[in-house]
């Protein structure tokens, strides 16, 4: 597997986890958490930006709860003090079900897309700069946590060198999907290369993957391929394109 990011992913770690930062948050990282719900056992699990490793400091609690119908609360804690609570009463997650959610930092805000879609925005309380740790704990487990910096993705990429990839959620028997079933979205609209997503439901007959794109005048070769991992089925796109999700 391969990401393409200033730093190294960390792959399949423990959960309860705790890990650096590499200079910290800054406006424009995106960073991606993927894993899976546990059904078996815990009502709740957290993903926190913080300062260090003791708790004490938090600039993002992330906490999806599937209890009461479910929800997500965002919170802040600063010297061990919890803010007041922003409940989203909704749970766009499921329990034994995959998950990608991804972090953008910026200015003033941190936006949190799950599998692809906008959920939550939640304002800043302290300086996101402070932030150099990610913890995660609770009924989880996870695949990977990947980090993209700022100024990856050009704001108006030229149309030449975009690339579009469909994850086309048909059905066995099924050759394109159904408009109860539409292309998998994704919320950013350049990716560099290499780049790697998971297959939601993983692959079976019939499921479709389209790719379309252009070819760099650079280019001398390019390539896919699809490995497994132990919860979700990667595809990586290699080298010669820029690349476009939608």
Request: hydrophobic letters at 35%; a positive charge; charged letters at 10%.
């Amino acid at each position: 597997m391969a990401f393409s990011c200033s730093q190294a992913p960390y792959l399949n770690p423990a959960v309860p986890f705790s890990g650096t930062i590499q200079g910290g948050l800054q406006d424009g990282l995106q960073i991606t958490v993927n894993g899976t719900v546990l059904s078996s056992s815990g009502s709740r699990f957290a993903v926190d930006f913080q300062t260090g490793f003791s708790g004490n400091d938090i600039a993002f609690h992330f906490n999806p709860r599937f209890e009461d119908g479910g929800y997500v609360v965002c919170n802040t804690r600063q010297k061990r003090r919890w803010g007041p609570e922003e409940r989203k009463m909704h749970m766009p997650l499921q329990k034994g079900m995959p998950f990608d959610l991804c972090f953008l930092v910026q200015s003033s805000d941190f936006k949190v897309m799950v599998n692809g879609s906008l959920f939550v925005q939640y304002f800043h309380r302290v300086p996101f700069h402070r932030v150099d740790t990610i913890s995660v704990n609770g009924s989880v487990q996870l695949s990977y946590i990947s980090f993209q910096p700022p100024g990856v993705w050009p704001a108006n990429p030229a149309p030449i060198t975009q690339t579009v990839i469909h994850m086309v959620q048909s059905a066995p028997g099924q050759m394109f999907s159904t408009p109860a079933l539409p292309p998998m979205m994704y919320p950013h609209p350049a990716y560099p290369m290499p780049f790697v997503t998971t297959i939601p439901g993983g692959l079976y007959p019939s499921k479709s993957i389209i790719l379309s794109g252009t070819v760099l005048p650079s280019a001398q070769r390019c390539g896919s391929c699809v490995t497994r991992t132990a919860s979700r089925w990667p595809w990586m796109v290699s080298t010669c394109l820029n690349i476009t999700i939608a």
